[in-house]
């Protein structure tokens, strides 16, 4: 089994800057792509960003690129997301994924990615 762990959750201003991280370990598994998502309450989730393991291409949320940065430590199965400029709206639960073998046509199908991270809290207050 695969375990995806994220920190960095927490409370910031609006305006401000938080960092995520999230470490996959557990058996050996074809890492073809690690990202992001996030849900708020009655919502289904939201992708945010991903990572395709093979060529470090990545591909962003309309809703936060140029704010949010994705990068990744291969050595580690580690990827992260600095997020600036910060918003009221980005308040959710942020989640790790890995693992979608359809390729980055549908990494925004949240239902494709084979393994989840617990999630992480991050609360932007005005």
């Known amino acids: 089994q695969v375990q995806l762990v994220e920190s960095g959750g927490g409370l910031v201003q609006a305006g401000g800057s938080l960092r995520l991280s999230c470490a996959a370990s557990?058996?050996?598994?074809?890492?073809?792509?690690m990202g992001w998502f996030r849900r708020t309450a009655g919502e289904d989730r939201e992708f945010v960003a991903a990572i395709k393991w093979s060529n470090g291409y990545i591909q962003y949320a309309d809703s936060v690129r140029g704010r949010f940065t994705l990068s990744r430590d291969s050595a580690k199965n580690t990827v992260s997301l600095q997020m600036n400029s910060l918003e009221v709206a980005d308040t959710a639960v942020y989640y790790c994924a890995a693992d979608n073998p359809e390729g980055s046509a549908f990494y925004k199908r949240a239902n494709l990615w084979n393994f989840w991270g617990q999630g992480t809290q991050v609360t932007v207050s005005s």
């Open positions: 557990g058996r050996t598994f074809s890492n073809n792509a």
